[in-house]
């Protein structure tokens, strides 16, 4: 392992690898992701095959599970998300699919978390933003690369808006039409 300004800085998978400095995140196993996912059979006996694994090594786990609003307290993102994943164009037609307590939003049998294990729920296509997950790695002596994977996660979502400097700070400094609009 390299070693510079007091980091250890692990270059292989084999240093990566060591409790000391790795989490697995279970990430929106339910049975409502699942359902619409293709090979899900085949993602599940990975997955698995993944958390005994980590649990065999000694690792921490944390279980990340999507939960919708309801319509009236969604905000602009989770209906504009909700609206492009179910290819509706109205937000009446929206239908909130995870909601706590529905059967969609639960993780399914075969990943069941341990008591030693933390199940965080979250409104964001993230992980780490809005949710405590970065807090526990953290505070676990644990470093996570949020924010490139945040990103990765919202242009995954095909709902984001994403653009770049320059092209943003130049719509920032635009004249405003009267009324704000």
Partial sequence: ME???????PRTPEEVCDPRRLALVVYDMQAGVLNQVSQAAEVTERVVEVLRAARDGGYRVLFMRHMSLP???MGVFQLRMAMAWQRVDRVDDVTPWFLRDAPGFELIPDVAPLESEAVLDKITMSAFEGTPLDIVLRDCGLVAEAAKRSIES??????????????FTALLRRPQA???A
């Fill in 154 to 167: 919202l242009a995954f979502s095909g709902d984001a808006l994403l653009t770049d400097t320059a092209t």
């Fill in 178 to 180: 009267a009324g704000g």
């Fill in 3 to 9: 070693g510079a300004y007091g980091l250890d800085i």
């Fill in 71 to 73: 319509r009236e307290l």
